[in-house]
């Protein structure tokens, strides 16, 4: 009788903090270099309010994050991945986010101001708007 050893399943929406946290983080600072963010925006971006874990992850961004921080990241990745198909020329879509915009959504403010309320759902709403704009899911 040969015994067989069942390996439970990886379930394919489990994510993997670790692996993802590395190319997030790199990914992410190269996003705010191009979009010429503060230290200050950039933490309130990434939800992290103390400057020494801020500048650990920038010094060593092979970390693991925080399940929250990741999916900040993944709002900033998506806001940026559409202002590019939205604006093909590089330097409008990354001064997209600083311009102030009329949409109801902004009320005369930039897209970067409402992000920075702090609250991971403001990053949701923006990305959303973005995803709308281009004919995408909403």
């Known amino acids: 009788m040969e015994l067989v050893m069942q390996v439970p399943a990886r379930s394919t929406t489990m994510i993997d903090r670790k692996g993802h946290s590395g190319p997030a983080l790199r990914t992410f600072f190269r996003i705010a270099g191009l979009w010429n963010l503060s230290v200050a925006e950039q933490m309130t971006l990434l939800g992290v309010t103390a400057r020494s874990t801020f500048f650990k992850w920038k010094k060593n961004p092979n970390t693991t994050l925080p399940k929250d921080t990741l999916e900040r990241i993944s709002y900033i990745l998506g806001i940026y991945k559409a202002l590019q198909i ?3 020329d590089e330097t409008a879509a990354d001064e997209w986010v600083k311009r102030p915009n009329s949409a109801p959504l ?6 970067l101001e409402r992000m920075l309320s702090g609250q991971v759902a403001d990053l949701f709403v923006v990305r959303q708007y973005l995803d709308t704009q281009r004919g995408g899911w909403a």
């Open 86 to 88: 939205l604006l093909p």
């Open 106 to 111: 902004f009320g005369g403010r930039s897209a």
